[in-house]
């Protein structure tokens, strides 16, 4: 029933329970889950995830905060994890500007190295970008990647809208079920649902009303039934049409 395009299954958070949750997905209508990366190790975290559980795909790449963790030979084994199977993006990569956790040059740098690279493996990329809205884009129009999602989509309609007609996707979390959410709201109530993906983001940004607590794949329902809401559709037309997506898009 749920696709969940995003979550962090090799996250510490689930140290204690991961095989017991992970188990628990499918009796809960989660039917896929792309675990996505956000280091080196991470990524070779989510390739033995994804051999471990035949739902679980995985993405592999190196998050903005890890930019520094990069240079040309650990580049190289990043990148020849490429052929591992069940492997169906490049990501999380981007910018982040409101942690600053690497210089912005080396951010910008390494997103584009990672996307000139996920286009020679042909891979659509999935693209984390906070405070830096307007470089991610620029830097995505310079590159012409092949495909994907901005995850968490925290930007304007407008920018929304352009990277619908680039063949994007754009994530919805849980933050569309905050009080505070009027402009993914309206991002949602703008844009079609053929290019909407749901996630969670587990373990964070639990929706409404486990905000604060730790978040899993059992919550896409929330999500889920808030773009319905918006829509004015059924929560099953959502959970079809973004399964239908996810689909698509990681070629599953």
């Not at 405070?131 to 999602?149: C, H, M, R, W, Y």
């Not at 407008?158 to 402009?183: L, P, Q, S």
């Not at 919550?219 to 698509?248: C, D």
Request: some cysteine; proline content about 4%.
């Amino acid at each position: 029933m749920y696709f969940e395009s995003h979550a962090h299954y090799d996250d510490e958070a689930y140290n204690e329970d991961r095989d017991e949750l992970l188990l628990s997905l499918k009796n809960c209508g989660v039917d896929y889950v792309i675990q996505n990366a956000a280091s080196i190790s991470s990524s070779k975290e989510g390739i033995e995830l994804a051999k471990k559980y035949d739902f679980i795909y995985c993405t592999i790449g190196v998050h903005p905060h890890d930019a520094e963790e990069l240079d040309e030979e650990k580049f190289k084994e990043l990148k020849s994890l490429s052929t591992e199977k069940k492997v169906v993006a490049i990501g999380e990569i981007g910018l982040d500007y409101y942690y600053d956790n690497s210089p912005r040059d080396l951010q910008k740098y390494w997103f584009e190295r990672q996307m000139e690279w996920s286009k020679e493996v042909s891979l659509p990329i999935v693209v984390h970008s906070r405070d830096a809205s307007q470089d991610t884009f620029d830097l995505i129009e310079k590159v012409n990647p092949i495909g994907g999602v901005i995850h968490c989509y925290s930007g304007s309609v407008e920018m929304a809208k352009e990277y619908v007609k680039k063949g994007f996707y754009i994530g919805v979390g849980g933050t569309v079920t905050f009080k505070n959410a009027k402009k993914v709201i309206e991002v949602v109530n703008e844009i079609p649902l053929s290019s909407i993906l749901i996630e969670t983001d587990a373990p964070y940004l639990s929706p409404v009303p486990l905000r604060g607590k730790r978040n899993d794949s059992r919550n896409l329902k929330y999500i889920v039934e808030k773009i319905a809401e918006i829509k004015g559709i059924s929560p099953e037309e959502v959970a079809r049409i973004t399964m239908e997506n996810g689909k698509k898009l990681f070629k599953i």
